[in-house]
């Protein structure tokens, strides 16, 4: 029998809000949600600011008991030491971070992060008590050489290759899908999500594979929201561009409550 799954809507700010916009934005978002009387124990929302603003977020939600949670949209492989401009997992867990962003497509396209930089910085999460959010996707190009599942699945089981099993979400965020306006339909975003499943169930068993959360991320918006969060196997989402507005995404939070 499947376990509950609390659906996770993570906000992907990545290079937007300095921290002074990212405390007036996370005190909106918060009274936003508490006003529509919003329930965290049903849907768990997270915001994922750039690392200036980490410090001051904390504040904010420990000073006035929000109850959102929040991370890093990447970290260092290593835990200390002569890594010029590095961040540390261990100064995410220090500022109350409970999420990690790793391999995003962004960091993959951009700054050439390879299947094993994902499964090193994966092993510096866990161990360091952060709960890594794993992206996966492929490319419209990979999509049509390989087919729907294969690419996402194979990034997947090579990072988490040879760990054991610990506490992740996986977001399935296919790069043809990201900040286009054009979602994957819930059926295909269904069909890789449950194949990412199986994958983890095969590697981690099945405790690991009914447990654990899979996002489906790519121009999320709360029109698309309701029917993907119908699927089995979809347990949230990763925003981008739609979490940097605060009705949008509290609209997307509060997905339960939407016409079906
Ligand atoms: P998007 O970005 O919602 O703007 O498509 C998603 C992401 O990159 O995480």
């Known amino acids: 029998m499947a376990v509950d799954r609390r659906p996770l809507i993570a906000g992907n700010w990545k290079m937007n809000l300095d921290h002074l916009q990212a405390i007036a934005f996370t005190q909106k978002l918060a009274w936003t949600l508490r006003d529509a009387r919003h329930d965290y124990a049903t849907t768990e929302v997270a915001v994922i600011p750039p690392f200036t603003d980490l410090r001051s977020i904390q504040n904010l939600v420990e000073g006035d008991k929000f109850d959102l949670v929040y991370g890093g949209q ?17 100064f995410l867990r220090a500022l109350g971070s409970t999420y990690v962003i790793i391999g995003h497509s962004e960091r993959r396209q951009y700054h050439a992060e390879t299947d094993d930089v994902v499964r090193a910085k994966v092993a510096t999460a866990i161990r360091n008590d952060l709960t890594p959010i794993v992206c996966v996707g492929e490319t419209e190009a990979d999509l049509a050489q390989f087919g729907p599942s294969s ?10 290759d ?3 099993p ?26 890789v999500c449950a194949a990412l499943r199986s994958a983890l169930t095969e590697t981690w068993g099945l405790d690991s594979g009914d447990a654990t959360r899979i996002l489906y991320g ?29 009705i949008e995404f509290s609209s997307i939070c509060r997905f339960l409550k939407h016409a079906v």
């Open 166 to 191: 610990a506490e992740i979400v996986v977001a399935y965020e296919p790069v043809w899908a990201i900040g286009t306006g054009k979602a994957a339909t819930e059926d295909q975003a269904q069909q």
């Open 74 to 90: 990447d970290l260092s492989a290593h835990d200390a030491g002569a890594y010029t401009g590095e961040i540390s997992g261990a």
């Open 151 to 160: 690419l996402p699945v194979a990034q997947l089981r090579a990072a988490i």
């Open 218 to 246: 790519g121009s999320v918006t709360s029109s698309n929201i309701s029917a993907l969060m119908r699927q089995p196997d979809v347990d949230g989402a990763l925003v981008g561009g739609a979490s940097l507005d605060v």
């Open 162 to 164: 040879g760990l054991s």
